[in-house]
């Protein structure tokens, strides 16, 4: 059998950072159809990336610029691959790709990585996190919309078309959230019904396969063989991890709720509960920066300790309770550890953006105050078995460590399909 070549689109983070969805979906894909997999990565707009590891974790990449062209067209002759993978960033750059694919008739493949219902609707602070990461960044971003012009303009397309898809660029970026799927990859793959009907209602003509998410199965797996019993000392403490996430980044928060949130936090737990509780932090490992957290901490001069790239099963697999605000995915790891999950929501943010909140899966409070209650008898809370698979099927579809093989037989099944054509 020859070797399938998977060309997979990406940021420069893929550098530091696994993207644990799609290289679940490699590691399937070389196991049982000697595949191999090349990556073209292009700059996030995130800027500087000091805060990882000088020594990259991948190796079959090239950056876009390498190639010297924005024909991207020319970079498709030149890499050949067999089917183009790539992930639901609102990006013209990844666009300009989609549309060389489809015209050069490559396979493309869509992993939709939303798995709760706010994300695919109306929210003011995504829009007015767009317009300020606009005002920052216009120069690289009006640069990467040229590319696709002249995308539009390699593949025969005329200038009336070109133009209205403009308008209509500009309307949506600055109106709705909107999903890379309505640019026509021939097969989408998504965590669950909800999003396969939502993107249905954009009348698509990708065909679209519910897989679960594929990041998952490495976590199921893992913990299936992790021994429950925590390895932390045994003492009095109960011990804590403050899980962040990147509210501000993704424009859902402001610098001072984040901020703050995570000061009174921090603080109060070690004024009222030093001799009783023992906290760390956690945060994002790659959309977050740990000296922004070291600033922020030292101007209230305020110690704790700080993770980023370790292991998170390994954390909080020694943890009693978990905190965190906002949502985060990596609160479903909190979750098949059934570890307890306090959520911070200072702001009053809504509990349809907190779909743990929403669905009685974590428990909220409103004021710091109340976090002393609830950590002194987290011991004694626990949640219903069916209310968790319940709510596993209804945003993940399954948590069978399968998911992965459920893309991967879809991507060959759609590169097939396309050989059956050619011949």
């Not at 183009?84 to 790709?97: A, E, G, H, I, T």
Request: aromatic residues 10%; hydrophobic residues 40%.
């Amino acid at each position: 059998m020859r070797r399938l070549k998977i060309l997979v689109l990406n940021k420069k983070e893929r550098l530091y950072s696994s993207n644990k969805a799609i290289d679940r979906i490699l590691q399937v894909l070389k196991e049982n159809n000697q595949s191999e997999d090349f990556w073209i990565l292009t700059e996030s707009g995130q800027g500087d990336l000091s805060g990882y590891s000088s020594n990259p974790i991948l190796e079959n990449y090239k950056f876009f610029e390498d190639y010297k062209t924005d024909n991207v067209l020319q970079i498709l002759d030149s890499v050949k691959p067999d089917v183009l993978l790539c992930s639901n960033d609102y990006d013209f750059w990844s666009r300009s790709f989609i549309l060389a694919a489809k015209y050069k008739k490559i396979p493309t493949v869509l992993l939709m990585q939303y798995g709760f219902e706010y994300a695919w609707e109306r929210n003011d602070s995504i829009i007015r996190g767009r317009l300020s990461h606009f005002l920052k960044r216009s120069r690289f971003l009006l640069g990467k919309y040229s590319l696709l012009l002249k995308t539009y303009k390699k593949i025969g397309i005329g200038i009336f078309s070109i133009l209205k898809s403009t308008l209509q660029d500009f309307f949506i970026t600055f109106s709705q959230f909107e999903p890379s799927g309505r640019y026509g990859c021939d097969l989408i793959l998504v965590h669950n019904e909800h999003l396969q009907k939502t993107i249905q209602k954009n009348k698509t003509n990708s065909k679209i396969i519910i897989t679960g998410d594929p990041q998952m199965d490495n976590v199921v797996n893992q913990i299936s063989s992790l021994n429950k019993i925590s390895s932390k000392k045994h003492d009095s403490k109960l011990h804590g991890v403050f899980l962040t996430t990147s509210m501000v980044e993704h424009g859902l928060w402001t610098q001072k709720m984040w901020e703050e949130t995570v000061i009174q936090t921090v603080s109060i737990v070690q004024q009222k509960l030093t001799d009783k509780v023992e906290l760390v932090l956690k945060i994002h490992p790659s959309s977050e920066k740990k000296e922004d957290y070291e600033k922020l901490l030292n101007k209230f001069r305020v110690k704790i300790p700080i993770f980023q790239t370790e292991n998170l099963l390994d954390i909080i697999n020694d943890a009693d309770f978990i905190i965190s605000y906002g949502d985060t995915w990596a609160l479903w790891e909190v979750l098949l550890l059934n570890k307890p999950i306090i959520i911070v929501n200072l702001f009053n943010y809504p509990k349809d953006m907190m779909p743990f909140v929403k669905e009685s899966i974590a428990y909220e409070i409103t004021e710091i105050n109340q976090l002393i209650n609830t950590i002194t008898k987290i011991q004694s809370l626990k949640l219903e078995e069916s209310k968790i698979n319940q709510f596993i099927q209804k945003y993940l579809y399954k948590l069978d460590g399968k998911a992965g093989l459920r893309s991967a037989e879809a991507i060959m099944q759609l590169v097939e399909n396309y050989n059956k054509l050619e011949d």
